[in-house]
């Protein structure tokens, strides 16, 4: 038997196969797909495809039939979904279409937005599809991998229209003890919030107005990915949009979405508070599991900065459905109740390895960073200039040259250099650069072992070159 983990949350649904053990693709190239809906001619697009048109569309797309997961018809009915059940259905179709080649058990871990009935809901679309269901899990449980005696651990998470943070209970097994959520306080107001913010920016300075075009703030909104991902190794971001002849550019500056930010962390910081209050646990250090959804948002740091005697833990994408793989005994023993079983507990005594890509890693040397780039057979080293990759000689700045007429690679296709602790890859080319058949938006964090592609097949490797006394 093959078992798949499924992590719920209408940001971006994930899923984690256990032979090999790696992050899957679920959405297109896409390794999240995020819980959007939209009517298009005779069908009804749902993730990724949704969501990148969803403000093309601004009152025909949905983004809440799982948050709001229930049977009651739609305001705005279509002939694809009469309700949000109809369109959960048609998104987990989609997903489980791309996966089931993988595996053929599903155990699933899912957030405390969904209540008993809404549960109840998911279990019928799940039996209509034929998915072989195994057991649900509660997502910060799953995730928790580390035991923290003498702290009080708290679980924060972010959806698209709620935050939320969970008190673990630690003891011979992890308990689910409380969960509290802030209603309003999700990313879908959060990018609301910023692409205002970028508007009012290319006002003020060049008097260029891009919310009066659909297609101009459609095109913030999906950019938005890569500008938190550059802001979190720069203070400082250049983004440029092009109407007709003229580029109009405009310097967002990392406090600039901190500051859109802080009603949200406010509202964290003051549901925390609650929890410690309640369970007495004032005085108590605390230790914060912050999930990849929340810990990239600019502001996250500054508000645990807030928090005395904390410390954090990252959890890494993914972090719930590597978990619930590491349970199959547990939903052994309660196969012989009626139904599915739901976990809320799990024995401290198993640890799981959180990694999308523990294939490409070798043994000892699994934390390493890459140093070098191989093409070809050739080795170039990565240092923190950038080594650009493309069909340009080395006197436009290219590093790694190919030959012109490769199909899609560009003069100038991408650049990789270290920033800080991190490998970072800049994306610069017209038809696209991919990490592990990922596109990628604008940079992304490499790590050793990862494939990159650039054009239609053009492939290099991230490597590690040892010196001798670490072999």
């Known amino acids: 038997m093959s078992l798949l983990g499924l992590e719920l949350s ?17 959405d297109g190239a896409d390794r999240e797909s995020p819980g959007f809906a939209l009517p298009e001619g005779n069908r009804l697009l749902v993730g990724r495809t949704a969501e990148d048109k969803a403000h093309l ?17 739609l305001k705005q009915p279509n002939p694809y979904a009469q309700n949000h059940a109809e369109m959960a259905y048609t998104h987990l179709a989609k997903i489980w279409e791309n996966i089931k080649g993988h595996g053929d058990e599903l155990v699933i871990a ?14 019928g679309i799940a039996e209509e599809l034929s998915i072989p269901l195994k057991g649900i899990v509660a997502l910060p449980v799953a995730a928790s991998s580390t035991p923290c005696p003498g702290r009080m651990l708290l679980h924060l998470d972010i959806h698209l229209h709620w935050s939320e943070v969970n008190l673990l209970e630690q003891g011979k097994s992890l308990n689910l003890e409380d969960s509290v ?5 999700g990313l879908h107001n959060l990018h609301k919030e910023w692409v205002e913010a970028i508007a009012a920016e290319f006002v003020r300075t060049t008097r260029f107005d891009p919310l009066h075009r659909a297609d101009f703030e459609q095109a913030l909104y999906n950019r938005l990915p890569s500008i938190l991902v550059a802001l979190q190794h720069e203070p400082l971001v250049m983004c440029e949009m092009t109407a007709g002849p003229k580029t109009h550019r405009v310097s967002l500056s990392r406090d600039l979405f901190i500051q859109k930010s802080e009603a949200t962390f406010s509202e964290l910081l003051r549901l925390i508070k609650g929890i410690r209050d309640r369970y007495d646990g004032a005085s108590q250090p605390v230790t914060l599991q912050l999930t990849h959804r929340i810990n990239r948002l600019p502001g996250c740091k500054e508000m645990v900065a807030k928090m005395t005697d904390t410390q954090t833990i990252e959890l890494e994408p993914g972090s719930a459905a590597f978990g619930v793989l590491n349970l199959n005994e547990e939903l052994i023993e ?9 976990l809320m507990s799990r024995p401290w005594t198993k640890q799981h390895t959180m990694s999308p890509h523990p294939s490409s890693q070798s043994a000892g040397h699994t934390s390493m960073q890459p140093t070098h780039i191989l093409y070809r057979n050739m080795a170039y080293p990565i240092s923190d200039q950038p080594l650009t990759i493309g069909w340009g000689g080395q006197e436009d700045g290219v590093g790694v040259t190919m030959a012109d007429e490769m199909a899609g690679v560009s003069e100038r296709h991408c650049s990789i250099q270290i920033r800080g602790k991190e490998v970072v890859l800049t994306d610069h080319s017209t038809n696209g650069t991919f990490v592990d058949e990922t ?18 097949g053009e492939k290099l490797q991230l490597i590690a070159c040892l010196e001798k006394h670490e072999a």
Do not use: C
């Open 57 to 73: 569309h601004p009152r025909r797309f949905n983004n809440i039939f799982w948050s709001q997961l229930n049977t009651e018809p």
């Open 334 to 342: 309660q196969r012989g109740k009626k139904g599915v079983s739901y």
């Open 181 to 185: 959520t802030a209603e309003g306080k």
């Open 110 to 123: 899912v957030p405390g937005f969904l209540d008993r009935d809404q549960l109840g809901l998911f279990l």
């Open 439 to 456: 596109p990628v938006t604008n940079t992304v964090v490499l790590k050793l072992g990862q494939i990159i592609r650039v054009g239609t």
């Open 10 to 26: 209408d940001v971006g649904i994930m899923v984690v196969s256990n032979d090999p053990l790696e992050l899957l693709q679920v």
